[in-house]
């Protein structure tokens, strides 16, 4: 098993200080569905993966063969060991170089043919990875992805062009609801929101508002019934974010977003989302609406400049409702990102 975060170079975007800081977090990487019979290329913290599995069991390693650096991502599985595409050597589900087919099997294989692997697991229908070989902190428990009364389903993981932390910061944020969702459940006439009061949990923080939306029965016409919704946060450092939605008579929604920081301006959303109304309604209905807020969120989010979040207190103006955010921000310094400048 390797660690990454032992010193060497980033050769990236991240700075090596906060690259080793988020190196220690489980970080998702794809849906557990998406990784099959054959490895899956992924990038975290500039790093490039290869996902390889033989049945339950799973490996996570850097996508570079150290016999001539092809990437091995783009091999196939045989026999339970991933094949490189370019000369052929196999490599088993603990690095080491099993098999060359240009030499033969009596050679012996040298022990510098392995790859770098990592701690991988699956929990919450994804597969999660950490650079390092002491994980800090547990996975987000999402305990009610397990709840039978719920309908659950997924969108199609997206690559988002600002940093993981821009992109959390917007999903905790409710006062760009009336501005950048007018075009599905924003409503202007909801623009002031009062400022939550932030709690401090074991993991992240928690905050709670009401605000009045628009509940369209068809997302991209104008008209629709306001509904009073009741919206409860569960955030998880460094990016797993967790909504739960009130809207009434029993109607509840649950939202679990995270952001896989693949470079220090971008990253992946993976959402998963869970309703106990509607459930005799087409589930597509409900995937292109999300996808429309998404959307929505992404025409502005990708945009902003700059793409890393200012974690020094001038760096922005606050206003009154930007208690998360200014709460978030801290965290993030107190956990030691943004000490050092060298790259
Ligand atoms: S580069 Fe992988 S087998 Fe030669
Ligand atoms: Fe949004």
């Known amino acids: ?40 290329a992924a990038m975290l913290l500039d790093i490039p ?17 150290p016999h ?34 240009a030499q033969a099997d009596s050679k012996k294989i040298s022990d510098r043919l392995r790859l ?49 932390a821009r992109y959390c910061e917007n999903f905790n944020d409710v006062a760009h609801f009336s501005w950048v969702h007018r075009g599905t459940f924003g409503l202007q006439d909801s623009a002031e929101i009062p400022s939550p009061a932030v709690a ?6 928690h905050h709670e508002v009401v605000y009045r939306q628009i509940d369209r029965d068809r997302f991209d016409k104008g008209e629709g019934s306001m509904t009073e919704s009741f919206y409860r946060y569960d955030f998880a450092l460094p990016f797993a974010n967790h909504m739960r939605i009130d809207f009434g008579a029993g109607r509840t929604q649950h939202i679990f977003s995270v952001a896989q920081p693949t470079t220090v301006d971008s990253c992946r959303i993976f959402v998963q989302i869970l309703r106990n109304y509607d459930l005799d309604q087409p589930i597509e209905e409900a995937i292109r609406f999300e996808q429309a807020v ?3 969120d992404l025409a ?20 009154w409702g930007d208690r998360w955010s200014a709460t978030y921000r801290k965290k993030l310094k107190d ?8 790259r």
């Open 116 to 164: 770098d692997t990592f701690p991988i697991a699956t929990q919450n229908n994804l597969v999660w990875v950490c650079l390092s070989a002491e994980p800090k902190g547990p996975r987000p428990s999402w305990s009610e992805l397990g709840d039978s009364e719920f309908q659950h389903f997924t969108l199609p993981s997206f690559a988002c062009r600002t940093s993981a």
């Open 49 to 65: 993966l290869v996902l390889f599995r033989d049945g339950d069991r799973l490996a996570a390693a850097v996508d570079r063969c």
């Open 1 to 40: 098993m390797s660690d990454l975060l032992t010193g060497a170079p980033t050769d990236g975007s991240f700075t090596r200080s906060d690259r080793d800081i988020l190196g220690r977090f489980w970080h998702p990487v794809a849906f557990a569905a998406e990784l099959g019979d054959q490895p899956l």
């Open 200 to 205: 401090a949990t074991d993991t992240g923080l």
């Open 294 to 296: 998404a959307a929505e």
């Open 335 to 342: 956990i030691g990102l943004g000490r050092s400048d060298r």
């Open 68 to 101: 001539r650096g092809s990437r091995l991502s783009r091999g196939w599985m045989k026999d339970g060991q991933l094949v490189c595409p370019y000369h052929g050597l196999h490599y088993g589900l603990d690095g080491q170089c099993t098999r060359i087919p």
């Open 300 to 319: 502005v989010i990708e945009h902003i400049d700059p793409a890393e979040l200012p974690l020094d207190a001038a760096g922005e103006s606050h206003i």
